[in-house]
């Protein structure tokens, strides 16, 4: 298939363009778009074709169900069956933004897009080509991450164009995303309403409005006991090729061990890699060492974690240390994410 690229820029949005995208949506076909979370790849998500199309362009197992994206509040009655209070209320706070929410499924809504589920994730993006786009498109996308399965989830259009090239009928080249990692997903068919996976809205922003709020126990543990609730976290995510091990401790502990453990790869011939933070980052001496942002201000880290982690794999890097981030704030989401790249390898120092 050739893929149509082009390039919508946020502040001067050409309409022919965007309605030429939603035609593409609107007749049963795929275009990747910006949001401000990350790139996605949308489809119609009343359109089970659309869907399964999806998954194959993905390479993404059928039980791991899609997010229905919507560009205003009225477009939410006809795809589930009730609207709760704490909907109505999160919604006031948080949308349109970075939260995904759990509604029990209307039947409009094709099971081939909430992989066999009752349920449907819905969430409503504030990235402003992305509502244009749902707009023309019919008001209701389907759209996962546009990356390949398993590659870490893309925030700039460069590394959509290398994983979906010829596999979807357009790209929508927006620019670099905002905020870098997937949406916080809260489950409100579940009493009290349950955070399935950590983002940008953190828990104690959704306390704020709600009251109780639980948070599923998989979310930084490695619980294998216990399957995830959203069905897409229990797969190997965001993983970079090389071996990812993230080191926990104090600063001076952490660099010194990662260099050890980089002076003993070295001799065997692979080449390394460090995720660092502004400070620290000079002070290692692997063959590529990467900066994620301010320590102090880690959104910025969430914002550049899935680039650095992509770049690792263009220099071919084989063996990757990364620092620990604290879990307080983005902090959790930074983590939930680091620890599945790391597929949980983390080593604490002293
Ligand atoms: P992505 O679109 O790549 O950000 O992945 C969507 C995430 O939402 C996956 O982890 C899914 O398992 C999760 N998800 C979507 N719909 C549901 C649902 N109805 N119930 C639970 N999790 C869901
Ligand atoms: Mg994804």
């Known amino acids: 298939m050739e893929t149509k690229l082009v390039r919508i820029d946020k502040n001067n949005i050409d309409a022919a363009l965007v309605r030429a995208a939603g035609d593409v949506i609107r007749a049963g076909g795929l275009v990747a778009f910006p949001t401000e979370t990350v790139y996605g790849l949308g489809g119609d998500a009343l359109n089970a074709a659309s869907s399964e199309k999806i998954y194959q362009a993905k390479g993404r197992p059928s039980d791991n169900p899609l997010i229905v994206h919507i560009a205003d509040m009225e477009a939410l009655a006809a795809i589930v069956r009730e609207i709760p209070e704490s909907a109505v209320k999160l919604a006031g706070r948080f949308w349109p933004g970075p939260l995904t929410m759990i509604f029990y ?30 707009r023309a498109a019919g008001g209701y996308v389907a759209a996962p991450s546009a990356n390949r399965s398993g590659r870490p989830s893309p925030t700039v259009a460069k590394y959509v164009i290398e994983d979906l090239d010829g596999r979807v009928e357009m790209i929508v080249d927006g620019g670099d995303v905002e905020i870098g990692l997937e949406s ?167």
């Open 184 to 350: 916080t997903i809260v489950d409100l068919t579940e009493e009290p309403p349950t955070v399935l996976r950590p983002g940008y809205i953190t828990v104690e922003m959704l306390r704020e409005v709600l009251g109780d709020v639980a948070e599923d126990r998989t979310m930084l543990r490695d619980d294998s006991g216990q399957a995830p609730k959203a069905p897409g976290m229990k797969y190997r995510h965001y993983a970079p090729k090389g071996e990812l091990t993230i080191v926990d401790g104090a600063e001076q502990s952490v660099i010194e061990y990662i260099n050890s453990r980089i002076d003993r790869h070295r001799r065997e011939n692979k080449k390394t890699g460090v995720i660092a933070t502004d400070t620290s980052v000079k002070r290692y001496r692997a063959d590529v060492c990467k900066s994620a942002g301010d320590r102090r201000d880690e959104a910025t880290v969430a914002r550049e974690l899935y680039r650095i982690l992509r770049e690792f794999d263009d220099e071919q890097v084989e063996v990757i240390y990364a620092e620990s981030f604290d879990t307080d704030g983005i902090g959790q989401a930074i983590m939930n994410r680091l620890l599945k790249a790391a597929g949980h390898r983390i080593i604490h120092v002293s």
């Open 105 to 134: 499924k209307a039947e409009l809504v094709p099971y081939e897009t909430t992989g066999g589920l009752d349920t449907v994730a819905v969430r409503m993006p504030v990235d402003p080509v992305a509502r244009e786009l749902i």
